[in-house]
DNA sequence: TCCTTAATGCAAATATATTTGCATTAAGGT
DNA sequence: ACCTTAATGCAAATATATTTGCATTAAGGA
């Protein structure tokens, strides 16, 4: 049988290097900032091979983003759903308030809004986060706690620690603390 | 005495078709594809004149998106904060959802998130919302309304629905109504 | 080990973006 | 009406980005 790909060895060291360089840039250049020629310079790899198999920074940059912000998160399990929304919103607020957080994730929706036909990507970015909601809600509704919809998690907690952090608003625990207290009907 | 600029005449008719040109495109093609020689042959300008004064797309098309989004909208006024928020609220929300709201506020933050020197200019243009919203609750506030904080409305009135407009989630009337009841201590 | 060929590198060619020099037009003041 | 010069247009020059052709390397299977 003959091989259609080659996905191991050289091809793989490539691309992870290549991943290396867009991360390194991305923290200390700002996105506009970065472009093929030094990105390859960067990883030791001929901008060719970058043009072949990305087509456009922009194209990399997005990839690169993306499997960052795909990685799973440790999702909280402490027995009381107020709890777990906390750690967990806390934790998305540290991730988003740190430099390289705030930068990959300004990246991402810098390298996906161009382009009108990745909206189903965009969407796409959001699945985990939504899938950890579910799995926190599930459990809260098990436990027979009453639970906001993900609907409102998302409009309540996610909206605003993203719209925070693409403003360059503080977004920091505190900021965590009070919407989650916020959502589950802390009243005025 | 000697003319330092001559923004009149001219320069303006120049402007105002080069900002013509800029909706235009932007509205049947998506931010990514536009470049300054085909707004200038679309406003009729050389494309020289666009580098001499803008210099790069991204601020040009920056400055049209920013005078748009800067538009006053109407104000509402109605004698009640939760009929004030709901009827400002369905207005964004209608905006945003329109093919050229959404456009223009995607090619906002596209343009400014890549420099990373615009963070100040992002939050400037989210200033005459927060202008409006500390208006209505100032009325509440004579009124006697126990009223929200600007920071919260920020969070759970603007943030949802841009949010919902850069991942490309329907934002519609219904969705703003939800978010005013939620705010306004609706309860679970 | 050997063979096929995907993946890469390199240099040159091409395309596209941006700048520059100079002539022309027309604000804006006298 | 006249003068100065900011603003523009145009063509050429330059810079930068992207593609292409071909040689080389090394997966991955036999």
Known sequence: MIAK??????????????FEAVTALLTERCYGALNMTEIA?????????????WGDVRVLILEVAVERLMQERPLPDTGSLAQDLQD??????VSLASPEGSAFFQA???????????VAARL?????????IEAMLDRAAARGEAAPSV???VDMLLAPLYTRTLFGMPTDESVADRLVERLLGGGR
């Open 108 to 118: 991402f929706i810098a390298a996906a809004l161009p382009t009108g036909s990745d």
């Open 88 to 93: 967990w919103a806390r934790s998305i607020a």
């Open 151 to 153: 609907d409102d998690v």
């Open 41 to 53: 310079e960067r990883a030791g790899v001929a901008a060719t091979s970058l043009y072949r198999r």
């Open 5 to 18: 790909q080659r996905p191991g060895g050289r091809t793989a060291r490539t691309k992870s290097s290549v």
């Open 124 to 132: 796409d970015a959001l699945k985990p986060r939504i899938a950890q």
